[in-house]
């Protein structure tokens, strides 16, 4: 693995495989984001969006920790403080979504709060079997804001959502996997290897057809079924007449790899 490219006190990026990136959170105690760290996140996945040269991104945490959330030492209360907050973690999740670029969470333990939110707006999520999953905002007189009262009951129903959400009751991999939390589940020591895998996989198809896909679902997801079906008809014209279309139609005729730019 490649030494990392950015190190700052929130996250390490380094480039494991060509396509790949591999953004390690680091922040302290347990992965806890302040409004700065989210920030610096939030501008370090815009730069990579415009660079084009990531074709996947896959979040991991440090330890024993994917993500906790909100470090709530830092906690104001202000109207200023609490908006302040929202905007930089809302920003943040909006960024993992709409960006052309998928990510992928390796959750490597406790994805609680923010955190756990963070891990739902990525593309796919992969866990470790000792990993928890958890919204305990409930406990400290609060919500989980930032989009995760809408994208985990998209996730699992409005049922189990509201169960996690207002129990504030965290549970394991077993379960988050079982009611569609988690996508896939794997033995703690093989995470990592198995991400990049997910990623490898994803890096060496069009970059222009996953990026259409991801905004097509993306649409439907927060539009409904209309607006989706509109932007497939819109997208599918060009995509098909694509540098990308033309190479990979090529490369299946010729029996070779597609070489996309």
Known sequence: MSTAIVTNAAFEASIPHPGVLLVRIV??????????ARRTLKAFLERVHLDHSARCVVLIG??????????????????EWIEAARLAETGLNEAIELGPVPVIAACNGYALGGGAVMALACDIRIAGRSATFGVPEAKLGAMPTATGTMRLPLLVGRGQALRLMLTAQPIDAEEAHR????????????????????????????????????????????????????MESEITVPLGLSDDAIEGKAAFIEKRAPRFK
């Open 27 to 36: 922040s302290k105690p347990m992965g806890a984001f302040t409004i700065e």
């Open 179 to 230: 009611i569609g939390i988690f996508d896939q589940l794997v033995d703690d020591d093989k995470l990592l290897d198995r991400a990049l895998e997910v990623a490898r996989q994803i890096a060496a198809v069009s970059p222009k057809a996953v990026a259409a896909s991801r905004r097509c679902v993306s649409t439907a997801l927060r539009l409904g079924y209309h607006a989706g079906l509109a």
């Open 62 to 79: 440090t330890g024993s920790a994917f993500s906790v959330g909100s470090n709530i030492r830092e906690f104001e209360a202000t109207p």
